[in-house]
């Protein structure tokens, strides 16, 4: 157990709609980053947020979107779905944004879209 | 742009055999070199990383890695299999000046009874 979590573990949804995945990093950790894995794109780092404020941008659509709230637990949104964005998203943490700190990954929200 | 190559999207060993995963990346400059594990349906799990200093590095579950700079890798070894160590490996990078952690396309790790 990374320490970690995800909410919910599945999602299922129709295209056109629009989920939120929530994520709630370690005890203590200020960085956030939300991560992509798909069969065809691998593994995509999408956004990172650190103490509340957006750090780096990865390739994220315009369609999605993100926040770090005050308790730093953080939120993507995802809008306009479509069946291409079928995929798991993983959430990490680290301590700080130092390079080199390690990233704990939550187990994923697998998110089908129909 | 920084990248990072896995060899083989599947390799196959024998338990109790020699695990060897290739990684190899692509930049001028010595970047922070990490390996992660993925069990089915799980998430990602540090097995050991390369910032500085000694280019042996060790890690967890008896893995361990070797940061050659001449040869730009990063091969992750087990001297001997075991079968929990079925998983998908995945070797990631961070360049210098760049915190965006890129992952390779992984390789899927069968352990033959």
């Known amino acids: 157990d990374s320490g970690v979590t995800q909410t919910p573990k599945h999602l299922i949804t129709a295209t056109g709609q629009r989920v939120t995945l929530r994520c709630s990093p370690r005890s203590g950790d200020l960085s956030v980053y939300w991560y992509q894995q798909s069969l065809d794109q691998g593994l995509q780092f999408l956004i990172q947020?650190?103490?509340?404020?957006?750090?780096a941008k990865g390739n994220i659509l315009e369609r999605f979107s993100a926040q770090q709230f005050p308790d730093l637990h953080s939120e993507l949104n995802l809008s306009s779905l479509e069946l291409g964005d079928s995929a798991l998203y993983f959430c990490?943490?680290?301590?700080?944004?130092?390079?080199?700190?390690?990233?704990?990954f939550g187990p994923g929200t697998r998110l089908t879209v129909l | 742009a920084q990248s990072v190559t896995q060899l083989g999207s599947h390799v196959s060993v024998s338990e109790g055999a020699l695990v060897l995963l290739r990684c190899n990346y692509s930049?001028?400059?010595?970047?922070?070199l990490f390996w992660y594990v993925q069990y089915p349906n799980q998430g990602l799990q540090l097995l050991l990383k390369y910032t500085t200093g000694a280019t042996l590095v060790k890690g967890i579950n008896g893995f361990e890695a070797e940061f050659k700079k001449s040869e730009t890798s990063f091969h992750l070894t087990k001297p001997s299999a075991h079968m929990s160590d079925a998983a998908e490996y995945f070797c990631?990078?961070?360049?210098?000046?760049?915190?965006?952690?890129?992952f390779g396309t992984g390789t899927r790790l069968t352990i033959i009874p």
């Open positions: 990631a990078v961070i360049p210098l000046g760049n915190e965006k952690l890129t």
């Open positions: 930049s001028s400059v010595p970047p922070y």
């Open positions: 947020y650190y103490n509340g404020e957006e750090r």
């Open positions: 990490a943490s680290s301590v700080t944004t130092g390079l080199g700190d390690t990233q704990y």
